[in-house]
């Protein structure tokens, strides 16, 4: 009988080959499921191909359950992994296979919507994620309180923005309500053009927020990078 901690050193360790082709076995399939995904919703298939692709299902899901009850079993808190968020992830990315096999109602196809969840399985696998993730943690504080700023500046860009042009674009301007989407168009520097200044009071504002904009996109990025840049410090150390 395999030793419960054979099965995690080679499920949840990347130390070892092991460990290393099982990853790379379940992104791969992980991949082809979505790839098989996206085909089989092409139109006119040919029968063959349709079964090919079924096959293919079958293959994978097969797979996945397995892994999912691999999973449970070498657990220490059984159903602390079934409820965690990955563990509702693996779950939902094979449940409705078997749903959909066992019934012949044509709405539980929507189900099959389901299965792509299985691309958040590949967060699970990757090394760049868990550092891209010890740095949101490292940055947590900074981006919160610079969250905080953004909507404050959002909110006073579309108070401004009303007052320049609300009497010469009443339509389009109605209201600080109705300023928002311009304000957020422009803080974040997309602009539509579907609502844009004419007074020169408000061509003058509009300058200035879309400077303050500029700041808005540049600075979390920084904050984000200057993270990773010290995740990457502690794993070289």
């Known amino acids: ?5 054979a099965i995690r050193r080679v499920i949840d360790s ?10 790379f076995t379940i992104q ?9 995904f996206s085909i ?12 090919t692709l079924r096959v293919i299902e079958i293959i994978t899901v097969g797979i996945f359950t397995l892994e999912y009850v691999l999973r449970i079993t ?33 709405a539980v196809r929507v189900f099959r919507l389901l299965r792509l969840v299985r691309i958040l399985k590949l967060f699970k696998y990757s090394q760049a994620i868990k550092r891209f993730h010890r ?43 109705h300023s928002l989407w311009w304000a957020v168009t422009t803080l974040t520097t997309v602009g ?25 996109v540049a600075v979390p990025t920084g904050l984000i990078a200057s993270a990773l840049s010290q995740v990457r410090k502690e794993d070289a150390t």
């Open 1 to 5: 009988m395999i030793h419960k901690e």
């Open 14 to 23: 990347t130390d070892h080959l092991s460990g290393k082709v099982f990853t």
């Open 28 to 36: 791969s399939l992980i991949i082809v499921s979505l790839i098989s």
């Open 40 to 51: 089989d919703t092409l139109p006119d298939l040919s029968l063959n191909t349709k079964k």
């Open 74 to 106: 070498i657990s220490e808190r059984k159903l602390g992994f079934i409820f965690s968020f990955y563990g509702l992830v693996d779950l939902a990315a094979i449940l409705p296979f078997y749903i959909a096999s066992g019934l012949d109602l044509r």
């Open 135 to 177: 740095a949101l943690v490292i940055a947590k504080e900074e981006l919160i309180l610079f969250g905080f700023v953004a909507a404050i500046m959002l909110y006073l860009s579309a108070v401004g923005i009303y007052y320049f042009e609300n009497s010469a674009q009443p339509e389009q301007f109605k209201s600080v309500f």
């Open 192 to 216: 539509y053009g579907d609502m844009y200044p004419i007074t020169a009071g408000g061509k003058l504002f509009t300058f200035f927020v879309l400077m303050i904009g500029l700041g808005i």
